[in-house]
């Protein structure tokens, strides 16, 4: 893993991190708040349901206790009425319950064999009743009230009206002798169907009450009127409390309650659809918001994270750049503040690198001009010729000791110039050097000239630009020698003045114009090529070595001197 | 990550491990014979299970709706007072369902009910028996000579003038002691006529709110009050006493039968303020329901079903693998 990620690019990574969390928080978030929002509308679902629920069983139970309540009192009168032969009064009282509760059709005793002891109408039965349910069941199980299907009333009012049959056994007079027979109630449906049509359970919400034995009692679903359909089926797997079916392709909740005293069983089916689509809405709503959000999370990340590996790139391309030597390119980046400075100052790096470059190139070449000239100065023939051909006249003389001398400076001088050591050297070495130089020179020239040191022995020591002196007493020598005078003077001074070493070279010659020192100083510090090379290289070399302090300093007065001044500042030499 | 695994399984260990719990359902809180029998049936319970009370509010509805609940929670066995007796069929074919045994207690389902399913028991007192005992204590208080009434017949026509007091009706208990106690005077040779018959829902309160009504209508010619329980004798004697039927003219607490008026009064359950109220002269008497044993019993019984014993060398008598009978026991000032 860790592997896989060091191969990817700092954007990726970025990238991808950024995306992961993300997405972890908000597949966890989105889940909680689904999880939360979805426990909570179920137990909306359940708690409503079971209050409607509870609402509906109430009212079938306060109108079926109606009934009870109605029984236990005929029961009474039953025993009085025929404990004092009052069976008239008795189908009177009946009559009357009729007339005062609507939803009794009819009231009647029936013996056990079947006979009509007393009823609210006046009709004859059938002895064929004892074989009815509700006849039977209640014969059977004496201490409850029995309450029978849906069925039409065939004994006393002739298939007219849908009733159910409240039965109930019940101890009477007969002869002075206790006998049992059954207490029959006949109720109105009808209220049974408004009670279920007073409840608003939703579109195609519905009401099934069904027997014990799973028989449709009453359905307010007019589809399902035998006890293979659906709600039934439904009802028989659930058979106690409440549970979210799917019916008829719509969400309903379902609760299944007994009804008191009847040995029913009432479902209400509550259709919930608008609920749980509301569910389904905010599941798809949260999975927007998830999506949209992993969306706009990830542009603004590649935004921000291209705002920084962008100008990275173009910062990386261009060390591959300079990877390859080139120093002139510049970097252009927009972007993140911190990047633009690291381009900037890389940029000001370059710059300087490239500076230093050059600084080390010019050197090196200047250095290996000086070299040049120094060489071309060493093999120059006509120096060399001169000399020799001094030292054979010196010698032809007999000046031995003369001889002896020349050759010992020119020996030096060479080794001198030969020697590569340093770009810098103390001054004591370069003055031996010009001292062997002048020597030699002096003896060419037969002693046209004299030359004097009047050099500070606390300067001694201090730096300066190898071979720098010579060229400079070169020129002296060559513009220097007055030939009217028998000797001409050639002075070289050393002194320290305000922490710069002074050199000056001093001869009594023509002198040279104002116009032509200016012009001077104008070629030396140009670029180009001039007949004057020695004067300019030591110029390019004093300026390079010692920065821009260092000057090179022509003063004349016609007739009269000229005098060369090399400025260097102590101790400031550029150690490159 | 080895180690919080382990750590993880042993709390779910310890979760699942510690005693069961068995749901008791009972039919209304303030019911005072329930909700004594409720504190004895926690009082019997050892350690090897625990009992967590529903309380129904006698409402069937709310029952069913606990009841499905606690199915829920895949529990294995079920203590039920039911609210209606005949709504039973229904949680025993949840039970089925779900393959839970059933032990029903004070209010008797329908036999066929019981019947219908192996895993269903009922523990109960025989309400014949009470209304049997019940008689019993009518004929102390006619010093058991049915041909010679005492003076208690004021109006001495042999015959005994009576109001009964029923519980609920359709209730089998009510029915049955309404019925027996009655059936079982007259086969002992007394007389009675039953001047009212007032259902008071096993109620103290409605008890004792009937009981101006049947004073109007049978005031002076009342001669005995049967209650089928004591709630709703206590509630009666309440009003009596505040119409004057009892005197307690030294007023030292106690009724003192001979110097000081008082109406005869019987009850059934034996509930502690009935037995008080027995020995303060009030209540002449009562059949004590032993809901003492009978929560031992059906502690005993829950405990043997859970552990899967053979209910065979069951301590107590099983008649036909439903039943468990728990005697009654007379209840007066003299015994």
């Known amino acids: ?576 | 990550m080895k180690r919080t695994l382990i750590v993880f399984v042993l709390f779910l260990s310890a979760c699942s491990a510690g005693p069961k719990t068995v749901p008791l359902f009972i039919y209304d809180g303030n019911d005072a014979y329930i909700s004594e029998f409720e504190i004895k049936i926690h009082q019997a319970v050892g350690e090897d299970f625990l009992i967590k009370t529903y309380e129904s509010q006698n409402s069937q509805i709310i029952q069913n709706e606990q009841i499905d609940q606690v199915f829920k929670d895949k529990h294995t066995l079920l203590i039920i007072n039911p609210v209606d007796r005949l709504s039973v069929y229904a949680i025993i074919e949840k039970a089925r369902q779900n393959d839970t045994t059933l032990i029903f207690f004070n209010r008797e389902p329908l036999e066929s009910d019981l019947y219908s399913y192996d895993k269903a028991y009922y523990v109960g007192a025989d309400a014949t028996q009470s209304a049997e005992l019940q008689a019993s204590v009518i004929m102390d208080l006619f010093d058991n000579d049915p041909k010679n009434l005492n003076q208690l017949d004021k109006n001495q026509d042999g015959i005994i003038q009576t109001v009964i007091l029923k519980g609920e009706q359709g209730h089998q208990d009510a029915e049955a002691r309404t019925k027996f106690v009655i059936q079982e005077l007259n086969q002992a040779g007394y007389k009675i006529q039953v001047l009212d018959i007032v259902i008071a829902n096993w109620d103290r309160e409605i008890a004792y709110s009937l009981m101006d009504g049947l004073l109007e209508k049978n005031g002076e010619a009342m001669e005995l009050l049967i209650s089928n329980n004591d709630a709703m004798a206590l509630g009666a004697i309440e009003r009596l006493s505040e119409k004057g039927f009892f005197k307690d003219s030294n007023q030292n607490g106690i009724i003192d039968r001979v110097n000081e008026p008082w109406f005869p009064v019987v009850g059934i359950d034996g509930i502690s303020t009935a037995i008080e109220s027995i020995k303060a002269g009030y209540l002449y008497g009562t059949v004590k329901n032993d809901s003492q044993n009978m929560a031992l019993i059906i502690i005993e019984l829950t405990k043997w079903l859970l552990e899967k014993r053979s209910l065979e060398d069951f301590p107590y008598e099983i008649k036909s693998g439903k039943y468990v009978w728990v005697n009654y026991q007379k209840m007066t000032l003299d015994e």
């Open chain 1, 1 to 576: 893993m860790i592997k896989k990620l060091n191969e990817l690019s700092l954007g990726q990574s970025i990238f991808l991190v950024t995306i992961i969390i993300f997405a972890a928080f908000l597949t966890l978030s989105t889940v909680l708040s689904n999880q939360l929002i979805f426990s909570r509308t179920d137990t909306l679902i359940e708690t409503t349901s079971k209050e409607i629920n509870k609402q509906v069983i109430m009212n079938y139970e306060n109108y079926l206790s109606n009934v009870i309540g109605i029984s236990n009192t005929l029961q009474k009168y039953i025993v009085e009425s025929t404990a004092d032969n009052k069976v008239d009064e008795l189908s009177q009282l009946f009559l009357v319950t009729t007339n005062i509760e609507s939803n009794i059709l009819n009231v009647a005793l029936i013996s056990q064999d079947g006979r009509l002891i007393a009823s609210s109408v006046e009709v004859e039965i059938a002895p064929d009743i004892v074989d009815v349910s509700w006849f039977k069941e209640a014969i059977l199980a004496s201490d409850i009230h029995h309450f029978s299907g849906l069925h039409t009333e065939n004994f006393f009012i002739e298939g007219k009206k849908d009733v159910f049959t409240v039965s109930k056994s019940v101890q009477y007079s007969e002869n002075d002798k206790v006998a049992t027979g059954v207490l029959m109630i006949d109720i109105d449906t009808s209220n049974f169907k408004i009670l279920a049509q007073q409840t608003n359970l939703g579109n195609k919400g519905h009401i099934v009450i069904m027997s014990q034995n799973d028989k449709i009692i009453y359905s307010s679903d007019p589809l399902c009127l035998t006890s293979n359909c659906s709600s039934a089926n439904i009802i028989s797997d659930i058979v106690l409390g409440g549970r979210l079916v799917k019916w008829d392709n719509l969400n309903m909740y379902v609760n299944v309650n007994t009804i008191k005293d009847t040995r029913w069983k009432i479902a209400t089916f509550i259709n919930v659809n608008e609920i749980t689509n509301t569910k389904t809405d905010i599941l798809i709503r949260l999975i927007l918001i998830f999506i949209l959000t992993l969306i706009t999370t990830a542009i603004t990340s590649s935004y921000f994270t291209r705002r920084i590996t962008i100008p990275m790139n173009t910062l990386k391309n261009h060390i591959t750049l300079i990877e390859h030597g080139d120093f002139d390119s510049r970097i252009h980046v927009e972007g993140q503040k911190e990047v633009v400075h690291l381009a900037e100052a890389f940029n000001t790096m370059s710059n300087r690198i490239k500076e230093l470059m050059v600084k080390v190139f010019t050197e090196q070449n200047e250095k290996r001009k000086t070299q040049f000239i120094a060489l071309q100065n060493q093999i120059n023939p006509h120096f060399l010729y001169n000399t020799l051909d001094s030292i054979v006249s010196l010698s032809e003389n007999n000046r031995n000791k003369d001889v002896e001398a020349a050759i010992i400076a020119l020996s030096k001088f060479f080794r001198m110039s030969i020697s590569n050591e340093m770009n810098l050297v103390e001054l004591k070495d370069e003055i031996e050097h010009v001292r062997n130089y002048l020597l030699i020179q002096q003896i060419r020239y037969q002693n046209t000239f004299v030359f004097d040191f009047e050099i500070d022995d606390e300067v001694m020591h201090h730096k300066v630009i190898k071979l720098s002196l010579q060229p400079l007493v070169e020129n002296a020598i060559l513009h220097g020698i007055h030939p009217d005078e028998a000797f001409s003077t050639i002075l070289i001074k050393g002194y320290a003045l305000d922490g710069f070493l002074y050199i000056e070279i001093f001869n009594e010659g023509y002198g040279i114009s104002k116009e032509r020192i200016n012009e001077i100083h104008t070629m030396i510090a140009s670029d180009q090529k001039t007949n004057s090379m020695g004067l300019k290289n030591v110029y390019q070399r004093l300026k390079l070595s010692f920065g821009n302090d260092a000057d090179l300093i022509l003063e004349s007065e016609l007739d009269e001197y000229t005098k060369v001044i090399m400025k260097m500042p102590i101790g400031k030499e550029e150690s490159l």
